[in-house]
């Protein structure tokens, strides 16, 4: 995947705009080991297309522009109950010849318009998931997730989770290394999961968290140590109830789910850059024994750890 087009209309919103820009078409730095995209932004017709935050756009290219993209994105606008009729023929047969197909925010009901998520899960802003699920009933709308990946299509939900979405199809294509040098760059978070909730009641990051950052932090550097839920509340000097209930409130998820993940991501690393077989990256990064890593590698990602080695890494399969 090489080619990326973003699609744009009349009203369009300014940061899902802005956020595929930062991802797909900074300038590639001398410093990156990173793959440069041929990225384009397309619209119905060519020239000035209307911003919806007081400004416009001068968009050069039409809508053949996108027509080889190797991904196509639709830019959430403020109309988003009129999607134009030439960017939804212009996704259906993104769709049909095989490529990857992204909205985020409100481009989710340009997607739905198609016909594309009958049938599939999707999601949208929060504000918007119940007039998404009224509109479209055949669409399966997920309320309270990131992101959602079915098959070829991805949906995310507003404003910065569209970042989480776009590292999340990064990720997945070229690796975990590569998304996390464009998360560096961005400044941002390298990975926040598609299954984390929306709204949470303490907006911050996982290692930001009111009360519980300092044990997050202690957690990554010893993944390899019994965390359990009565164990880690022991260490915060809680109740196991009391902590959970605090965990999820600060991150959003479960300690489980939590501690998961991070292992996921430590075994993704060591993958991709190391030879170690994949026993000793079980049990380094906690899961004890490769079948437990398997089980929850392949559950995550779709491939087994051998394969993402293959996909990722230039070092000797285990």
């Not at 007081?54 to 050069?60: I, S």
């Not at 318009?113 to 899960?121: H, M």
């Not at 995550?300 to 750890?305: D, E, L, N």
């Amino acid at each position: 995947m090489h080619k990326v087009a973003v699609l744009v209309d009349e009203g369009a919103e300014p940061f899902g705009l802005g956020a595929m820009c930062e991802v797909w078409a900074e300038p590639h730095h001398p410093e990156d080991d990173n793959p440069v995209f041929d990225f384009v932004v397309a619209t119905p017709v060519p020239g000035r297309v209307s911003g919806a935050s007081g400004f416009d756009l001068h968009v050069e290219h039409g809508l053949d522009a996108a027509a080889d993209a190797d991904l196509v994105c639709i830019c959430p606008k403020r109309d988003y109950r009129n999607p134009s009729p030439e960017i939804v023929e212009a996704v259906r047969a993104a769709h049909a010849r095989g490529a990857m197909v992204f909205a985020h925010c409100t481009a989710a009901f340009t997607l739905a318009e198609s016909g594309l998520l009958g049938g599939r899960r999707a999601t949208t802003h929060w504000r918007y998931v119940d007039e998404l699920a009224e509109l479209y009933p055949a669409v399966s709308v997920d309320r309270d997730v990131l992101y959602v990946q079915d098959g070829t299509i991805i949906t995310g939900a507003g404003s910065a989770a569209g970042l989480d979405a776009a590292l999340h199809v990064m990720r997945q294509q070229f690796g975990s290394q590569v998304a996390a040098a464009a998360a560096r760059r961005m400044v941002i978070p390298a990975h926040r999961d598609g299954g984390q909730a929306q709204f949470i009641e303490r907006a911050v990051t996982d290692c930001e968290a009111e009360t519980l950052g300092p044990l997050l932090t202690w957690i990554l550097h010893n993944l390899a140590e019994d965390l359990s839920i009565d164990q880690l509340a022991k260490r915060a000097h809680m109740s196991s109830r009391t902590f959970a209930r605090r965990f999820r409130e600060e991150t959003g998820s479960t300690p489980h789910s939590w501690v998961t993940r991070q292992r996921i991501m430590a075994a993704e690393e060591l993958l991709e850059s190391t030879d170690h077989s994949v026993d000793w990256i079980a049990s380094e990064v906690g899961f004890g024994n490769p079948a437990t890593l398997r089980h929850h590698f392949s559950r995550a990602r779709g491939v087994s750890p051998q394969q993402y080695r293959r996909t990722f890494s230039g070092a000797a399969t285990a």
